[in-house]
């Protein structure tokens, strides 16, 4: 495949969770065209992750799909022993996976906080643990997680997911000192507002307030997130670890 940055990529097996559309879709694209053997994964959207395995496949990439719920433990634990036994080993892992279920907290229901915090921090947690072990039998891994700007700096009507991907943030950097010897590094990467299914469905008045806030003038794309995850994948970015990494076009800095 032509256009490789990260040529010691080549045979690395990255599994990226949520990998059925949006972000998720755009890494996996992204490290399969650097030679990486991808694992799509995703909870339901299984014709849309067929489909960017297929994508990957047409471009002369290798991919594969594992579907479990990030959020169930014994099902993640499960799907990655598998991918292990298939594929030999994990060396990627992005937790991409992420949902939102947004309300002010006076409304918001017990429900609502606990299936974001359950799917975006436990399932983190989830998909951490399962991967690690190999990893340090293998001494070396790379691990990136998905957090938010919303982690950084709330938001309004979004306590539970801002919570959720603070938490994330904290996450990475404790896991971060704990296998910083065993050559893995494990970092986050901060989106801002990104063009994806989970945006789209804003309120035209949010999104157009939210333009207003970003110094660029313009939303970012999936492919800007994705670039920053091959990075931090790469041999380049080996003494990086415990680290956030912003893609917001100047929302917050
Ligand atoms: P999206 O378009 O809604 O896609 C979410 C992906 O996650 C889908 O593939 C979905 O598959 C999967 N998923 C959700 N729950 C899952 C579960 N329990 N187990 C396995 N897979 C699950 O979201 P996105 O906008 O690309 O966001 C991706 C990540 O970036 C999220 O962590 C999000 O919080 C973060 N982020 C997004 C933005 C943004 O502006 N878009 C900004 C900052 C951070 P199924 O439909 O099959 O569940």
Redo the contacts with the bound molecule.
């Keep these: 495949m032509s256009c490789r940055k990260y040529p010691e990529l080549e045979g690395r097996v990255a599994l990226v969770?949520?990998?059925?559309?949006?972000?998720?879709r755009a890494i996996a694209v992204r490290l399969a065209r650097e030679g990486a053997r991808v694992v799509v994964?995703?909870?339901?959207?299984t014709g849309a992750a067929e489909a960017v395995v297929r994508e990957i496949e047409d471009a002369g990439g290798e991919a594969r799909l594992c579907v479990?719920?990030?959020?169930d433990a014994e099902a993640v634990k499960e799907g990655i022993e598998e991918l292990v036994k298939e594929l030999g080993a994990i060396h990627i892992l992005v937790n991409?996976?992420?949902?939102t279920s947004d309300n002010l907290l006076l409304r918001m229901k017990e429900e609502e906080w606990e299936k974001v915090v359950k799917?975006?921090l436990a399932?983190t947690f989830n998909c951490t643990k399962a991967v690690l072990r190999g990893m340090i039998k293998q001494r070396y891994g790379r691990i990136i997680n998905?957090?938010?700007?919303?982690g950084e700096m709330g938001n309004a009507g979004q306590a539970n997911y801002a919570a959720s991907?603070g938490g994330i943030i904290a996450f990475t950097k404790s896991v971060a000192r704990e296998v910083a010897s065993r050559n893995i590094t494990v970092n986050a990467v901060s989106?801002?507002?990104?063009t994806?299914?989970?945006?789209s469905s804003l309120p035209e008045d949010v999104k157009s307030k939210m333009l207003e806030s970003i110094p660029m003038g313009r939303y970012g794309e999936?492919e800007e997130v994705a670039a920053v995850v091959a990075f931090l994948a790469s041999d380049e970015a080996s003494y990086i670890t415990g680290e956030v990494i912003r893609i917001n076009g100047g929302l917050y800095m």
């Excluded at 994964?41 to 959207?45: A, G, K, L, M």
């Excluded at 991409?96 to 949902?99: I, L």
């Design positions: 969770t949520g990998s059925s559309r949006g972000i998720g994964n995703c909870r339901s959207s479990f719920d990030i959020a991409n996976a992420g949902v799917i975006n399932g998905i957090t938010s700007v919303v991907k989106p801002g507002f990104i994806t299914d989970m945006t999936p």
